[in-house]
């Protein structure tokens, strides 16, 4: 098979830092090539290098047999390369076939024509978007079609996409891995980076594994296991990743919910976690599990129901109802509800509980706050050059860790984690669990939703399924299979032995 890219000993570094270390990688007409490892591996410091933003230090670029020069992401655009970050490059004001045409249009006269172009690319790809509809009116899995359409009219032969599915649901991701299975079939060779390894092991036709810059090894796909590779990233297996369980013992209830509405998705949802238990939420994305925790911790008003924690009736109205009774949210989108991103990761990480922090004047003690971040930081294990930097300034693992970092730090009782790993490499992902399981083990309540199946088989205690907007069952480890979740999620049939309908 023809290898439409070679990448020879190369070499990259920043000032006194090797970001890349002499790496080999290859890329043949129709293929899927998964690059994998965890953040600061060098994965896309790589892929900017074959993008042209990045002029290597060493090695050399071989794209279609010949070798070019690039000095630019224009340069390797000619090439029939396109990178898809995960953080799009669109210009959301404009149209679709505006977008997609954007270096043609000077050039173009018929607008007409201009549409019809659009419709067509966007037709190839088995989606049905209006050319002429604005882009910031899309949704996220609709906007990363019209950079596929985009890379497509510009004759792209080679398509990098960098955490495709990370901000999509199961089932635009299902649709995305479809989009690059027929590209595949027409002769394109694709990389894909992505931390969700399920994903790559569906997908991937090779697998290349890099870290600390260099590459460990490229495989068949079809040839290892997902344990290998993840000793190969990270240097544990797969049941390390998740560490030693910790002796725990559930105790007295903590948190009992019952008949919580909204009046709309949510109908009537009860369930209890004790002291000391990780409770998982599963399902299908739309099943309602976000809209639920939501209402429980009063960033949304509840129609009915009730709500007890020890025992006694809470009314929670609010998010600060919600922490003064003791409960803390870890929300799926960390950037836009977990954190300010403009402000001091000291100043993230003790948002939540600032009593104890000030004088009788009002004023923050920084003496008392610096001591309070600083043993949080170590306790999480919080990367950072300064706890004045902003919390933009860090890695998403690390960002992550100072969203729990606040709720350390408010010491409730109940904790709740909607998808607490996701965007996060596999390392970070293992210190992430630690933490979680070691405040189960303090005897907190714990709630976790997660999408990725494997996270919540290796976290929790019993896993409630949900499916539009109700609890369809409840899986015990000794049932633990995609298959059972999937059965509850999607309405199939489910025998008595797999679960405990609620």
């Known amino acids: ?204 036709d090779r697998i290349t594994v890099m870290k600390d810059g260099a590459s460990v090894a490229t495989v068949n796909q079809a040839e290892i296991q997902i344990d290998e590779v993840i000793r190969m990233m990270v240097g544990r297996s797969l049941k390390a990743l998740f560490g030693e369980d910790v002796a725990r013992q559930p105790g007295d209830e903590v948190l009992r919910v019952e008949n919580l509405s909204d009046g709309g998705l949510i109908k009537g949802v009860s369930l209890s976690v004790r002291a000391g238990e990780i409770v998982g939420l599963g399902g299908l994305v739309g099943a309602g599990r976000t809209e639920f925790v939501r209402l429980v911790f009063g960033a949304e008003r509840a129609h009915s129901g009730r709500i007890f924690i020890h025992g006694k009736e809470r009314a929670i109205r609010s998010p600060g109802d919600a922490v003064k009774a003791g409960i803390g949210l870890v929300p799926e989108d960390r950037k836009e509800q977990g954190l300010i991103l403009d402000f001091p990761i000291r100043v993230n990480a003790t948002l939540a509980k600032l009593g104890p922090l000030v004088n009788r004047f009002g004023f923050v003690r920084r003496s008392r706050e610096r001591a309070t971040v600083e043993e949080l930081s170590s306790r999480l294990r919080l990367k950072a050059g300064s706890l004045n930097d902003p919390a933009s300034s860090l890695s998403g693992g690390n960002q992550q860790k100072v969203v729990l970092a606040k709720w350390f730090h408010a010491d409730g009782d109940i904790l709740i984690f909607d998808e607490p790993t996701r965007g996060v490499d596999v390392g970070a992902k293992t210190e992430i669990y630690s933490l979680i399981k070691s405040l189960a083990a303090e005897g907190r309540a714990v709630l976790v939703i997660s999408s990725e199946h494997l996270e919540l088989f290796g976290l929790c205690d019993r896993i409630l399924v949900m499916r539009e907007g109700e609890i369809a069952g409840t899986l015990l480890p000794e049932n633990y299979t995609e298959e059972n979740l999937l059965k509850l999620a999607m309405a199939s049939a489910a025998t008595p032995e797999m679960m405990v309908v609620n």
């Open 1 to 204: 098979m023809e290898n439409l890219v070679e990448l020879s000993g190369i070499r990259k570094s920043f000032g006194g830092v090797h970001a890349l270390r002499g790496v080999d990688f290859t890329l043949r007409a129709g293929e899927v090539h998964a690059l994998l490892g965890e953040n600061g591996a060098g994965k896309s410091t790589l892929m900017r290098v074959l993008g042209g933003e990045h002029i290597p230090s060493a090695g050399t670029i071989t794209v279609g047999g010949e070798e070019p020069h690039f000095r630019s992401p224009s340069d390797a655009i000619a090439k029939g390369i396109a990178i898809i970050h995960q953080e799009m490059a669109l210009a959301t004001d404009l149209t679709v076939a505006e977008n997609i045409f954007l270096s043609e249009i000077p050039s173009i006269i018929s607008w007409r024509d201009l549409n019809r172009r659009a419709r067509q690319l966007i037709d190839s790809l088995g989606f049905s978007i209006h050319p002429g509809a604005t882009v910031r009116d899309l949704s996220v899995a609709h906007q990363q079609v019209v950079e596929i359409a985009k890379a497509l009219s510009r004759n792209a032969r080679v398509i990098v996409f960098d955490e495709p599915t990370a901000v999509l649901s199961v089932q635009d991701a299902e649709r995305l891995l479809g989009i690059i299975r027929k590209l595949r079939e027409q002769g394109v060779g694709i990389v894909y980076i992505s931390h969700r390894l399920d994903e790559v092991f569906r997908i991937a």
